[in-house]
């Protein structure tokens, strides 16, 4: 009879265990329509505005690394809480939240009280990435919104600085669970949006030998050296609004606009030979960007009980 109650014990945690766990198939009984809904909502935003898809992709990222996946991002300041969007990372620069929370009612109208935050936010980079070109990957989903934003982490070094060396990126990615091929990956979603001056300024006034002249003298115009700090720039000169691998083949001719880019490849850096390999067959950059994203979106996921299911995006419940 014991054994029997340990072996029915053993049974229940496991079934506990499997139900916890991120599955693309998680809301296909309690929410059929969700990810079609999510997707109209995604797409109609992106349609008004191209340049929307390179800010839910990164919206995402920045969600993830900053205490995992789980809509923090999303939380505006209280009295009594800080919120991410004013940590300096993403002061004026991150952006999409209204899509985000368009999507979340178009999805609550349907299946209310049902649909993570955390998920709509992992749902809509991969729509966004597929809008303009870049691969369509299955999304996991079941993941469970915070109850807390955390701007203290995202001021204290979980996201990149445009000034990061490769190994501060390499070490950064690596606390994350993610590897240096998923590292060049990542880095190629900024084959899409936009970058303001005062991110690349000093690198083009700097006399580096990691840029084009050319190239430098160009982005000028449009960042002088005095002011414009705020103006903005396409991270890709060439195809600015599709996904496409032209990032890499821009690193290789020292045209990467943020430094953090260009580490990525020359004086013999370590992550050379897979830009070169990106540059030369975009499907596998695809193929790498896909699975990375998926990697990406299980850091330190709530599944389970913990956390919550909010019911706006913006405030706990």
Excluded: W
């Amino acid at each position: 009879m014991a054994i029997f109650k340990i072996l029915v014990l053993l049974l229940l945690s496991f079934s506990c265990f499997c139900q916890a766990q991120l599955s693309p198939t998680f809301y296909d009984q309690s929410c059929s329509n969700a990810l079609s809904t999510i997707r109209s909502s995604i797409r109609t935003a992106i349609s008004r505005e191209r340049r929307m898809a390179a800010s839910l992709i990164r919206l995402h990222f920045h969600d993830c690394f900053v205490n995992g996946c789980d809509a923090s991002v999303m939380l505006v300041a209280t009295p009594t809480m800080e919120s991410e969007r004013d940590a300096v990372p993403n002061f004026q620069s991150a952006r999409g939240f209204e899509v985000i929370d368009q999507a979340k009612s178009a999805v609550e109208r349907v299946c209310p009280g049902v649909v993570s935050c955390a998920d709509i936010i992992a749902v809509a980079a991969r729509d966004a990435s597929e809008y303009v070109g870049g691969p369509r990957y299955e999304v996991k989903v079941g993941r469970r919104d915070s109850t807390a934003a955390f701007r203290a982490i995202a001021d204290s070094g979980d996201l990149p600085s445009f000034r990061a060396s490769l190994d501060e990126l390499s070490d950064l990615f690596l606390r994350k669970g993610l590897n240096t091929r998923d590292l060049v990956a990542l880095s190629g979603a900024h084959t899409l949006g936009q970058a303001q001056c005062v991110t690349f300024k000093e690198r083009l006034y700097d006399n580096s030998s990691d840029i084009d002249a050319g190239f430098s003298s160009t982005r000028k115009r449009r960042c002088p050296v005095n002011g414009g700090d705020t103006n903005l720039a396409p991270l890709d000169q060439v195809t600015p609004n599709s996904f496409d691998n032209n990032y890499y083949r821009n690193l290789m001719q020292k045209k990467g606009l943020l430094a953090s880019d260009q580490v990525l490849f020359g004086a013999g850096a370590s992550t050379d030979s897979i830009v070169s390999e990106y540059s030369r067959n975009p499907s596998r950059f695809a193929s790498d960007f896909a699975a990375a994203m998926i990697k990406m979106g299980d850091i330190q996921t709530l599944t389970g009980s913990a956390g919550q299911i909010r019911r706006i995006c913006t405030a706990v419940n």
